[in-house]
């Protein structure tokens, strides 16, 4: 099962589940840029967002996306 990313189209999606290759490197660095772009945002909107992402990224390649941003909240 191919999970939605927070910041895909439904045809996007789509198109990407039906793919050879759903986590492609095209993808994974699309998933990169979302992470830096949630990881600003304010502390209620941050954890959300980067959650629903994290969720979108198979296990063995969200080191790659979410290299150097912290799930814990520093205030």
């Known amino acids: ?9 439904f ?3 789509y198109t990407r ?3 050879e290759e759903p ?3 095209a993808f994974l660095d699309e998933c990169r840029k979302a992470a830096l772009r949630y990881d600003k945002d304010d502390i209620f909107l941050r954890g959300i967002r980067l959650s629903d992402l ?11 996306v979410f ?5 814990v909240f520093v205030e």
């Open 54 to 64: 994290q969720k979108a990224v198979p296990l063995h390649f969200r080191g790659k």
């Open 11 to 13: 045809g996007d999606h």
């Open 23 to 25: 986590f492609n490197d």
């Open 17 to 19: 589940s039906i793919s």
């Open 67 to 71: 290299d150097g941003i912290s799930f």
């Open 1 to 9: 099962m191919v999970t939605k990313a927070p910041f895909e189209t």
